[in-house]
């Protein structure tokens, strides 16, 4: 059996594990002590296939904000900012007009400003070469976490090839993302592939069914109506378990809402405002809800007018049933975790994210994204969400004097931030 050693351990190999690699080598870490586990190349692979499948293609616009930014950990310039520079540098003065008036404009009037999902996976890869991400890749699964008795921590791994390893390390950061839903059988997944419906009402025309009220099931009723505009024939119901409820908000004021759709007043994912302690004091972030997008907005009206979108309560007899209500929202639900999590399905964490059953003074395991929800701090399934983890975990490793990380200075962080901006290699 192949044993080796590494300081560094992230497990998941997404948008969540990046942010923490980057930190990490932001830190002063080398790539020969950080081993990435993942089944997949790159780290957004997983978050495009879902996009895709709902057809949230690279030109499609995100949900989350300009300074979402995985790829930059200090947040500035934010994609609105590259977005201009880069208008500029293609002569662009009207979309530089454009994009800079919806800037200044966007809490009073108009969408809010929100990159292309081409954008966020293009300034991925080029952050990812920087840091040397494929050179720290472990092509592979997870299968077991375990406390060492010298307290270290042992990572076994699958690889591609069927081949055991495993790593003994001291850190190891935990992001498996979404596990999927159970469905009833006749009703397709929205992060299936599910084009051949198109398909098939192009042809045939139908009625399709959509469940939920989040911003999947809003993207997949605005491309459906699209399609019934495009080729007849076709009616989009969506299924609401409760019709017409309107949030009151934690400052009393009341959420907007049209046909049933509830309307969040700010532009960011919607997981940023759940987790199930969030959901406790504050119902309204904590439920399903849709980005007040002007045209959006216009299209379902529109669309509801002329008999081609209704909204109802249960699951009327149709040609196609897509449950759009999202995933398993607990941690348990993922094998690696199991046997971590107590009795109310959550892995207890402490204030650094760190799992308390597996942490001590010589080695810390810590969770990210949706698996550490309901722990405390609501926007965590986000990329803002992953880097606040990441942060939190900066701040815990650089107390241990095994990590060798410390907190630098204004004027290094700086310097590595020059580094960003110059896309110099580290
Ligand atoms: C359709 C959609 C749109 C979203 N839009 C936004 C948005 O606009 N803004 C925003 O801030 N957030 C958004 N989110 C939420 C969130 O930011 C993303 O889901 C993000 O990709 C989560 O990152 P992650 O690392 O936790 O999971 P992922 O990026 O899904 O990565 C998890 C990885 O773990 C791997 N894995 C699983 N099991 C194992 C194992 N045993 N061993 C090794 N690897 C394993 C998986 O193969 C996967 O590659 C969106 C989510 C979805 C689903």
Same mark, same amino acid.
């Given at each position: 059996?192949? *044993?080796?050693?590494?300081?560094?351990?992230?497990?998941? @190999?997404?948008?969540?594990?990046?942010?923490?690699?980057?930190?990490?080598?932001i830190?002063?870490?080398?790539k020969?002590?950080?081993?990435?586990?993942?089944?997949?190349?790159?780290?957004?692979?997983? +978050?495009?296939?879902?996009?895709?499948?709902?057809?949230?293609?690279s030109s499609?616009?995100?949900?989350?904000?300009?300074?979402? /930014?995985?790829d930059?950990?200090?947040?500035?310039?934010?994609y609105?900012?590259?977005?201009?520079?880069?208008?500029?540098?293609?002569?662009?003065?009207?979309? *530089?007009?454009?994009?800079i008036?919806?800037?200044?404009?966007?809490?009073?009037y108009?969408?809010?400003?929100?990159?292309?999902?081409?954008?966020?996976?293009?300034?991925?890869?080029?952050?990812a070469?920087?840091?040397?991400?494929?050179?720290?890749?472990?092509?592979?699964?997870?299968?077991?976490?375990?406390?060492l008795? &010298?307290t270290?921590?042992?990572v076994s791994?699958?690889?591609?090839?069927?081949?055991?390893?495993?790593?003994?390390?001291?850190?190891?950061?935990?992001?498996?993302?979404?596990? /999927?839903?159970e /469905?009833?059988?006749?009703?397709i997944?929205?992060?299936? &592939?599910?084009?051949?419906?198109?398909?098939q009402?192009?042809?045939?025309?139908?009625? *399709?069914?959509?469940?939920?009220?989040?911003?999947?099931?809003?993207?997949?009723?605005?491309?459906?109506?699209?399609?019934?505009?495009?080729?007849?024939?076709?009616?989009v119901?969506s *299924?609401?378990?409760?019709?017409?409820?309107?949030?009151?908000?934690?400052?009393?004021?009341?959420?907007?809402?049209?046909?049933?759709? /509830?309307?969040?007043?700010f532009?960011?994912?919607?997981?940023?405002?759940?987790g199930?302690?969030?959901?406790?004091?504050?119902?309204?972030?904590?439920?399903a809800?849709?980005?007040?997008?002007?045209?959006?907005?216009?299209?379902?009206?529109?669309?509801?007018?002329?008999?081609i979108?209704?909204v109802?309560?249960?699951?009327p007899?149709?040609? +196609?049933?897509?449950?759009a209500t @999202?995933f398993?929202? &607990?941690?348990?639900s993922?094998?690696?975790?199991?046997?971590?999590?107590?009795?109310?399905?959550?892995? !207890?964490?402490? !204030?650094? +994210? %760190?799992? %308390?059953?597996?942490?001590?003074n010589?080695?810390?395991?810590?969770?990210s994204?949706?698996?550490?929800?309901?722990?405390?701090?609501?926007?965590?399934?986000? +990329?803002?969400?992953?880097?606040?983890?990441?942060?939190?975990?900066?701040?815990?490793?650089?107390?241990?004097?095994?990590?060798?990380?410390?907190?630098?200075?204004?004027?290094?962080?700086?310097? %590595?931030?020059?580094?960003?901006?110059?896309n110099?290699?580290?």
């Amino acid at each position: 059996m192949v *044993v080796e050693e590494k300081k560094f351990v992230t497990i998941g @190999g997404g948008i969540g594990s990046f942010t923490w690699v980057d930190a990490l080598r932001i830190y002063g870490v080398p790539k020969k002590d950080i081993a990435i586990i993942s089944p997949l190349h790159t780290p957004y692979q997983q +978050f495009k296939k879902y996009c895709d499948a709902i057809g949230l293609t690279s030109s499609h616009r995100l949900r989350s904000d300009s300074g979402s /930014r995985p790829d930059n950990y200090w947040g500035f310039p934010g994609y609105a900012v590259s977005e201009i520079w880069e208008e500029i540098l293609a002569d662009k003065p009207k979309a *530089v007009m454009k994009t800079i008036v919806q800037l200044i404009m966007e809490s009073l009037y108009g969408d809010f400003y929100t990159p292309s999902a081409g954008r966020v996976y293009k300034s991925i890869d080029s952050e990812a070469k920087r840091i040397g991400w494929s050179e720290m890749l472990y092509l592979g699964i997870a299968t077991s976490i375990k406390k060492l008795p &010298n307290t270290k921590i042992a990572v076994s791994l699958k690889t591609q090839s069927g081949a055991t390893k495993i790593i003994h390390t001291h850190a190891v950061l935990i992001a498996l993302g979404h596990t /999927r839903k159970e /469905r009833k059988k006749g009703i397709i997944s929205a992060y299936d &592939n599910h084009s051949y419906i198109k398909e098939q009402l192009k042809k045939k025309g139908g009625k *399709v069914v959509i469940i939920g009220r989040g911003a999947t099931a809003a993207q997949l009723v605005e491309d459906y109506i699209d399609l019934a505009y495009e080729k007849g024939g076709i009616e989009v119901i969506s *299924v609401f378990r409760s019709k017409n409820v309107t949030g009151i908000d934690s400052r009393k004021l009341k959420q907007k809402n049209i046909l049933g759709w /509830r309307l969040q007043q700010f532009n960011f994912p919607r997981a940023s405002f759940g987790g199930s302690l969030i959901d406790k004091t504050d119902l309204l972030w904590s439920k399903a809800s849709t980005i007040p997008r002007n045209s959006w907005i216009h299209k379902i009206r529109k669309a509801h007018q002329d008999c081609i979108y209704k909204v109802v309560g249960r699951i009327p007899d149709a040609d +196609f049933v897509i449950d759009a209500t @999202g995933f398993e929202m &607990n941690t348990y639900s993922h094998p690696l975790l199991q046997k971590f999590a107590g009795r109310n399905k959550l892995v !207890k964490l402490g !204030k650094y +994210f %760190e799992v %308390e059953a597996l942490t001590s003074n010589e080695s810390a395991v810590f969770l990210s994204g949706i698996n550490a929800l309901g722990n405390g701090y609501g926007p965590l399934d986000s +990329f803002l969400g992953q880097q606040y983890v990441t942060d939190k975990t900066i701040d815990f490793l650089s107390q241990q004097n095994w990590s060798g990380i410390h907190k630098s200075s204004p004027k290094q962080l700086f310097m %590595e931030w020059w580094k960003w901006i110059k896309n110099k290699s580290i």
